[in-house]
């Protein structure tokens, strides 16, 4: 099955917020609403505005702010299903269960190793590229979209 960029974006924002501190389920669903939010920006879609992270953000990764969560300085919104928190985008919440439908299962068997590649790539950058959405997406993500999506293509089934 074919990896494109959403994929690849959601891996890496995924790994990104795990290295950051977000527990793995979490993590997950941080990593496939941010593809989702790319994925509607790119098709024009308008975001209202977003509350500012609040003050010290940069040296703390996540701060909450009600239903408004931050992870550096990008925000999502999150909700709660069965006592867990997820984060949602268009009123609905992405899941380790959506995760696993929409990105584990493009990788086939070689979803593990690809979790690790974006993990130890994500290693390779120092605490303030991650806490940044731009940088995160201008040194990380942009650079290496086309490649990982392709490598991953040709590893998985």
Do not use: C
Not at 76 to 88: G, P
Request: no cysteine; charged share 25%.
């Amino acid at each position: 099955m074919r990896v494109g960029r959403f994929q690849v974006m959601a891996l890496l924002q995924a790994a990104r917020a795990k290295e950051l501190g977000l527990p793995g389920g979490r993590a997950k669903s941080w990593g496939l609403n941010r593809a989702i939010f790319y994925a509607a920006a790119k098709r024009g879609f308008k975001q209202p505005i977003k509350p500012s992270p609040p003050s010290g953000v940069r040296k703390k990764p996540v701060a909450k702010a009600g239903k408004a969560y931050f992870l550096g300085d990008e925000m999502a919104y999150t909700a709660r299903k069965s006592n867990r928190l997820y984060f949602t985008i268009g009123g609905r919440l992405q899941t380790e269960a959506d995760f696993k439908r929409q990105i584990e299962v493009r990788f086939g068997s070689h979803f593990e190793d690809a979790w690790k590649e974006s993990i130890a790539i994500i290693q390779q950058y120092p605490k303030n590229v991650l806490l940044s959405q731009h940088r995160f997406y201008s040194e990380i993500y942009r650079p290496r979209r086309d490649e990982l999506a392709s490598k991953w293509t040709e590893s998985s089934p």
